[in-house]
């Protein structure tokens, strides 16, 4: 079983579009965004996305990972 069919058994559209929201705006507001404004506005892109794109945008950004110690492994949520 890959990778992308374990995540669509535990995510579904509105948490990936979320998590990616979420990501998105904590990123913008280091350039000087408003965060609850770029999280609204990319929830919104994001619903509008197809399930399949969202779930990849999720894997490659790494938004499944999580740090087990302070070294550079990761655990991954799948």
């Given at each position: 079983?890959?990778?992308?069919?374990?995540?669509?058994?535990?995510?579904?559209?509105?948490?990936?579009?979320?998590?990616?929201?979420?990501?998105?705006?904590?990123?913008?507001?280091?350039?000087?965004?408003s965060?609850?404004s770029?999280?609204?506005?990319?929830?919104?892109?994001?619903?509008?996305?197809?399930?399949?794109?969202?779930?990849i945008?999720?894997?490659?950004?790494?938004l499944?990972?999580?740090?087990?110690?302070?070294?550079?492994?990761?655990?991954?949520?799948?």
């Amino acid at each position: 079983m890959n990778m992308e069919t374990n995540m669509t058994k535990q995510l579904n559209k509105e948490e990936l579009c979320e998590a990616l929201a979420e990501d998105y705006a904590d990123k913008a507001t280091r350039g000087g965004l408003s965060y609850n404004s770029a999280y609204t506005h990319y929830l919104d892109r994001c619903f509008k996305r197809k399930f399949k794109d969202l779930v990849i945008q999720y894997t490659v950004q790494g938004l499944g990972r999580i740090k087990t110690n302070n070294t550079e492994k990761h655990t991954y949520i799948t």
